[in-house]
T-cell receptor, first 114, second 108 residues
Framework: NAGVMQNPRHLVRRRGQEARLRCSPM?????VYWYRQLPEEGLKFMVY????????ESGMPKERFSAEFPKEGPSILRIQQVVRGDSAAYFC????????????FGDGTRLSIL | AQRVTQPEKLLSVFKGAPVELKCNYS??????LFWYVQYSRQRLQLLLR??SRESIKGFTADLNKGETSFHLKKPFAQEEDSAMYYC??????????FGAGTTVTVRA
């Protein structure tokens, strides 16, 4: 079991471009969570998805950010018209069920905005 | 609002010495707390959780609701304990709120 797979590991974008971050959960896991880590800060919850459904997006910025977890394929975190403040490490985690199950994390994607 | 504070950004100890990483939280509900660890070039992984009350790699952590703390302790630090440690609070069942982390260096 390769665990949670995120790609790319590093992503560089210019201001105004779009960034797409991918996350494949652990085998057998159907719950996906995205977190953002700004420099010198802890990880902050962004969104929780199950297959084809957004369950909780209370941590997502209101504009430019969206997430999906289609029936087939990885979960995608999309950031449109990126700005310098979007530079951060974005982590994906998955669990087999919600609640007491621990979340397993990927290696993260480091997004740099030029 | 929930908040996790790790007051020490860096912690350096000698091998064989005790190590304690501080974690304080604020949360109006019933807290569920975790310690995650990230070794060099590895991903974030769960070290222990308060509800299981177990010791992992010699580490223990006790939830003190009166002091709203969940400090991580190990009586005798080893070089392989050098890593980044994050305290995390679970709220609303699945949302994790992390502290900023403490980098531990164990010197020979």
């Amino acid at each position: 079991n390769a665990g949670v797979m995120q790609n790319p590991r590093h992503l560089v974008r210019r201001r105004g471009q779009e960034a797409r971050l991918r996350c494949s959960p652990m085998k057998g896991h159907s719950h996906v969570y995205w977190y953002r880590q700004l420099p010198e800060e802890g990880l902050k919850f962004m969104v929780y998805l199950q297959k084809e459904n957004i369950i909780d997006e209370s941590g997502m910025p209101k504009e430019r950010f969206s997430a999906e977890f289609p029936k087939e394929g990885p979960s995608i975190l999309r950031i449109q018209q990126v700005v310098r403040g979007d530079s951060a490490a974005y982590f994906c985690a998955s669990s087999g069920s919600v609640g007491n199950q621990p979340q397993h994390f990927g290696d993260g994607t480091r997004l740099s905005i030029l | 609002a929930q908040r996790v504070t790790q007051p020490e950004k860096l912690l350096s100890v000698f091998k064989g010495a005790p190590v304690e990483l501080k974690c304080n939280y604020s949360y109006s509900g019933s807290p569920e707390l975790f310690w995650y660890v990230q070794y060099s070039r590895q991903r974030l992984q769960l070290l222990l959780r308060h509800i299981s009350r177990e010791s992992i790699k010699g580490f223990t952590a006790d939830l003190n609701k009166g002091e709203t703390s969940f400090h991580l302790k190990k009586p005798f630090a080893q070089e392989e304990d050098s890593a980044m440690y994050y305290c995390a609070l679970a709220f609303n069942d699945y949302k994790l709120s992390f502290g900023a982390g403490t980098t531990v260096t164990v010197r020979a």
